[in-house]
């Protein structure tokens, strides 16, 4: 499987941004997709994750109401829709697919894409 990370970019504090993940080369529907993010120095955090059918979603405490995960199996894309950003969340954003859930440790997730570069300025 293939992930293309896409829509990062910088904004302001208290904008919005969404990001995209379209996968190629898989069967996209039988994933559970998540959205980390990682600063330098720090570990890769998972900041949402979204099971093949849609219907149960993780969001970290340090986004939960601002974020929003979705998913569109038709077009094998995963989106994350991330509304009043704050500094902190300024970070690389990575998609990424796993067999099977519950998936909240990066080890559980076996497909990565390149990263999308998100930096909220105050």
């Known amino acids: 499987v293939q992930l293309q990370a896409s829509g990062g970019g910088l904004v302001q504090a208290g904008g919005s941004l969404r990001l995209s993940c379209a996968a190629s080369g898989g069967t996209f529907s039988s994933y559970t997709m998540g959205w980390f993010r990682q600063v330098p120095g720090k570990e890769r955090e998972l900041v949402a994750a979204?099971?093949?059918?849609?219907?149960?979603?993780y969001y970290a405490d340090s986004v939960k109401g601002r974020f929003t995960i979705s998913r569109d199996n038709a077009k094998n894309t995963v989106y994350l829709q991330m509304n009043s950003l704050k500094p902190e969340d300024t970070a690389v954003y990575y998609c990424?697919?796993?067999?099977?859930?519950?998936?909240?440790?990066?080890?559980?997730?076996?497909?990565w894409g390149q990263g999308t570069l998100v930096t909220v300025s105050s």
């Open positions: 979204i099971t093949w059918s849609g219907y149960n979603t």
């Open positions: 990424a697919a796993a067999v099977g859930a519950p998936a909240r440790r990066a080890d559980d997730y076996r497909y």
